[in-house]
């Protein structure tokens, strides 16, 4: 079907057609293009630009790109890497997190001189490109970003895995960009806790860059997402990184900075995060360290307002909900964990949150013998503590706690 | 002289002997006795403790020890080993800096039941008696505590002994408590560039603890103080480090934090110098390191109002003058440095800005020519650099700037 006889039929495949079409006509995080669609709808803003009954600034905006069409085979070559569009009128499309950019871009001055320039600029995405199979509003409804330098140490790298696993254990969502260094530990750090993660990319989802994590990538559209705005095929531009970077900071409640260099891009991802009134956390690390330097300037800066974590816990205090995710209080109150044997407390640490595991793997990670396993899985499914989801044993949901419930958001 | 004859005569000789006489009778940081010795002044008060015509509270203090005198034979132990007394009624007493104790002892209640107990009481010593060449008030007119735990890492050791360094070459006085670890690296930080620093002891200054530092402190009393409210041959007692703590708090502009385990006395330390208006610093660390957690704890409480330092810049910021003791601006104003050869430049990096040294000792440090040395010396006299002392060269006041003129004290 032609582009115009698909948006004729006016249905959901026309509004998806129509944005597939708007994702390659302009480059993302452009203010006014964003307002175009918003004010007359996708459709009829496809239809103008490609009559030539567009605002001039639109027109000068989309050039030569008005008469092309490759919409179709975008959502064809989508389909092929097992990617999907989702687009705003889909259930899927995490609007209550990107409510801060909708605010944002509201704030934007109407005269193009005087808007943020469009790397910086608060814009929501037009569409968004996904590869994996979880639910993209679910999986941020709980996520943190994860970011530093790629230029990091293996100190940032260790910290950078351990606040992903941790993380991940605790049902958090660790999104971050895909890239050498720290985002690369932070995600690994997720996948290692069975959890899943997701990587906001700049680049086409069925060419992730860099190239060297092509498995890394392959392993999160497993079982977390691949996002991008850039539809199939488009290349990792150098700036579209910097456009990128406010979707990571719209898409989560804060953003951990691991590793900065001095003068780095911290302090830009921080502005970002906080001007979206999400949390900006910031990890210390040796003052002899250059990789350290940009997260103690963030951490000096009192504008930056920026909080010292040093811990999953005190990540989880910052955007967990009041009353709900407090980091560890000094006296644990009584629970049924208490008065477990040494092996069941062992069997349930190990016990997965979301995908269910088999005995011999709890064993393993538990550091114990199988029929030990075996012989206190029963009392601890008995006492709730434990389920079987039909494949394998994970947490109950009571255990779980905060993880298995879905909470408002913060901010 | 008898204690009764030497106070029938009145002069400085009795206001000497009654202090010393004093500060044996009852611990130091007693809010009552202290406040009674203000009132009646300090030869009226012993009279009358010696003449059971006290109050009984204070009769209670002393107990009887007022019938007992040291006092003569403190001073006199004092003497043999170099020290002296220095008392209130002294030019050298460090009134300035004590005055926030004195403003801060005034807010106690007058009810003893109500008091802050005698460990964390915020009360000024009735004399200090110190050991060393230096002047005590301007040893401390601009100077840093710089503390921290015995059971440092190498990282803590390295950070406090660089920021000893530094300050000490910005003619700083490093202060702290002579202890093992963060105060011994600071301290001998500080000798390492030639600076003077000041121990403030828990025990007699005969007699500093710990034993093997023995070499440390016979350094520190070298050219700088060692400094004890206990009279000599008084014993290390563990409440004394407590004591003692609100006087390195005291005596300086701001307290550097440079190590610290999990709920140690750090944030006490910090607690007590934010209630003095003095500056609370803080090193970070790993959050791997154990020896750091105490540190991220004070950064994460906002109550603390503790500032993260990463070098002594930083920490000279934080406690210097508005507008004398900035950190270096990314770009520097012209200077009669501007334009000198590199030898030159190097040599007069090489130049202390206390102690003359030998050209021998500049073409060491500078890694250069004594010839060298040499030929550039008299440039840089001409240019109001370096001066000769008489016995060695060091930088000329204008160009050790911050470090050459007496500021007033902030807070």
Known sequence: ????EDLADGGPAALRRARAWLSRAVEPGTIDFWRFVDSVGPVMAVRRIRSGQAPDRIRALVGARAEQDESLADLRRAERCGARLVVPEDDEWPALALHALTLAVSEEPQDHANQSDRTLAPVPPLALWVRGPARLDELVDRSVAVVGSRASTAYGEHVAGELG????????TVVSGGAYGIDAAAHRGALAADASTLAVLACGVDRPYPAAHGALFHRIAETGLLVSEWPPGCAPLRHRFLVRNRLIAGLTRGTVVVEAAARSGAQATAQRARRLGRQVMVVPGPVTSAMSVGCHELLRDAEAGATLVASAAHVIEAVGGIGSDLADPPERPSSPRDGLSDVATRVLDACPVRTGVSPERLATVAGCDVLDVLRVLPALELADLVEWTG??????????????ERRPRAG
Not at 1 to 4: E, N
Not at 396 to 402: D, I, M, N, S, Y
Request: proline share 4%; aromatic share 8%; hydrophobic share 30%.
């Open 165 to 172: 696993h941790q993380l991940g254990e605790r049902s958090w």
């Open 1 to 4: 079907m032609t582009l115009d």
């Open 391 to 404: 494949t394998g044993w994970r947490l109950a949901p009571a255990e779980g706690g905060t993880g298995s």
